[in-house]
């Protein structure tokens, strides 16, 4: 059944480009999902580069260790029929939902101040990291949905070019063009028209994303069900 998370797993990779996207252009230079960027600006900006906002990325660097911490409380030692804990798909939905929600208000109350914006930095970074946690149960490497290094570099490494066997290029090559679709999308939204209405897209392709992947749970639970279901899976 993992083989069957690929493509819910593909649709939250390009949710988070788009979230980034938002984060990047309408919240100050700021990744809320991609944490290699922000550790790099801080360490600029700490360096006297100017224009950098140390502290946004502080902010998001520290919610979304916070979001993958209390993800992992959550589920730590979950089992059942399902890969995904029900603890992990609430973590999920609870994500979508909260998105939708900071989009709504933006949209109603128009772009965030300074304050705000940390607020709303926080926020994200935190719903990105408990939904990088939270799919780790799931089990497939390449599609942590938040990060495309390590994907890049198994792409790579793997490839009949560099001698290897080339398997799973698709699903690789795949979680590439998701991040940077996704992050496309955000990027000619918030330019054209405004970063709520981004986010309002960020926050469906969460949803989408989610549903699929309940839909997919609810399934294997269904056949655990039956007589010579499988076993419950666990840590």
Known sequence: MTKSYELPLLVLTAATGAVDGVSYLALDRVFTGNMTGNVL???????GVSGLPVLNNLVALLAFMLGAVLAARLTRGA???AKLPAAGLAILVGGSVLSLVLAGIWLATGPPAHGTMLVVTGLLALVLGAQAAAVKH???RDLSTVVVTMTMVNL???SRAAGGPGTAWLRRFAAIIAMGLGAFVSAVLTLRVNGAVALVVAGVLLTVGTALIAVIRHREVAAASMPGGAPPTGP
């Open 41 to 47: 600006f801080i360490g600029f900006g700490l360096a």
């Open 79 to 81: 089992s059942g029929p």
């Open 138 to 140: 799931i089990g497939i």
């Open 156 to 158: 790579s490494t793997d």
